[in-house]
């Protein structure tokens, strides 16, 4: 019930975004991931789309995950809408996003965040942090089969740190360019502030509207604690279709 209705949502989105204004500037963002972790019981494959619109200073984007391989036995674990606005403040450039994430990875618990970041780019250094709400929630299955009291039935998590630290080799804009990234935001996933990734990318522009990139990812678990524990890894590879 819930994925039909967090789908709809999103599909709903995609069609306001693509109607929001005709003069905007459109972007298809289309990838999958291929790897394993210590609870994908082996290989995982997950495909994601995410449609966005730039018109002017503002962004709309959503979006949606599948999972095509892995133990989740729901097919959409991912859904995403977003709004960012750019400015500066004394010649320094500035975006400001709002989101909202919901994962339903099982049949029996899903993970819903919203929350806030900024962000800032140069030539080679790229910067975000923000703060996100957390909750996980029993679903109607779960609650019916293990009796589970409302009481216990949702965890609310407030005020969770969110951060990435990005660097390019090359300056923005370049026709190629590689670059490495310490962080825990990803499009479907926020990591606990302790729990760090890392990423390794590469980009390269095919054509003028067209451009292929390739992530390497690395997470960890308690890397900020004094034990550091190997949580899983995964490729990614994608293309970005900025439609004029």
């Given at each position: 019930?819930?994925?039909t ?6 599909f709903?989105?995609?069609?306001l975004?693509?109607c929001?204004n005709?003069?905007?500037q ?5 990838y999958t991931d291929?790897?394993?972790?210590n609870v994908?019981?082996g290989l995982?494959?997950?495909s ?12 709309l984007?959503?979006?949606f995950q ?6 989740n ?15 500066r403040i004394?010649h ?7 989101f ?7 049949e ?6 919203w929350?806030g970041?900024l ?10 942090i923000?703060?996100?709400?957390r ?12 009796q ?7 965890i609310?998590?407030v005020m ?10 090359k300056?923005?804009g370049n ?14 996933i926020l990591?606990?502030?302790?729990n760090?990734?890392l990423r390794?990318?590469?980009l ?11 992530e390497?990812w690395?997470?960890?678990?308690g890397?900020?604690?004094l034990s550091?524990?190997y949580f899983?890894?995964?490729?990614r ?5 900025k439609i004029?």
């Amino acid at each position: 019930m819930h994925t039909t209705m967090n789908l709809n949502l999103v599909f709903a989105s995609i069609l306001l975004i693509c109607c929001f204004n005709l003069s905007a500037q459109p972007s298809i963002n289309f990838y999958t991931d291929l790897g394993e972790n210590n609870v994908s019981q082996g290989l995982f494959i997950k495909s994601a789309v995410l449609i966005s619109y730039r018109t002017g200073r503002n962004l709309l984007e959503a979006g949606f995950q599948a999972d095509l391989k892995n133990a989740n036995q729901n097919v959409f674990s991912g859904f995403s809408i977003s709004g960012s606005r750019s400015f500066r403040i004394n010649h320094f450039p500035i975006e400001i996003t709002g989101f909202w994430i919901s994962t339903p990875f099982s049949e029996l618990l899903r993970e819903t965040n919203w929350g806030g970041r900024l962000k800032h780019e140069n030539n080679h250094f790229g910067f975000q942090i923000g703060s996100n709400s957390r909750t996980y929630a029993f679903r109607q299955k779960a609650i019916r089969e293990y009796q589970i009291g409302e009481n216990a039935a949702i965890i609310h998590e407030v005020m969770n740190l969110m951060y990435s630290v990005d660097y390019l080799i090359k300056p923005t804009g370049n026709c190629w360019n590689i670059g490495a990234s310490l962080t825990n935001i990803d499009h479907f996933i926020l990591e606990q502030e302790t729990n760090p990734m890392l990423r390794l990318n590469g980009l390269y522009k095919i054509s003028t509207p067209l451009f292929l990139y390739v992530e390497a990812w690395y997470k960890s678990a308690g890397a900020a604690n004094l034990s550091v524990n190997y949580f899983g890894f995964f490729f990614r590879t994608g293309i970005i279709w900025k439609i004029r």
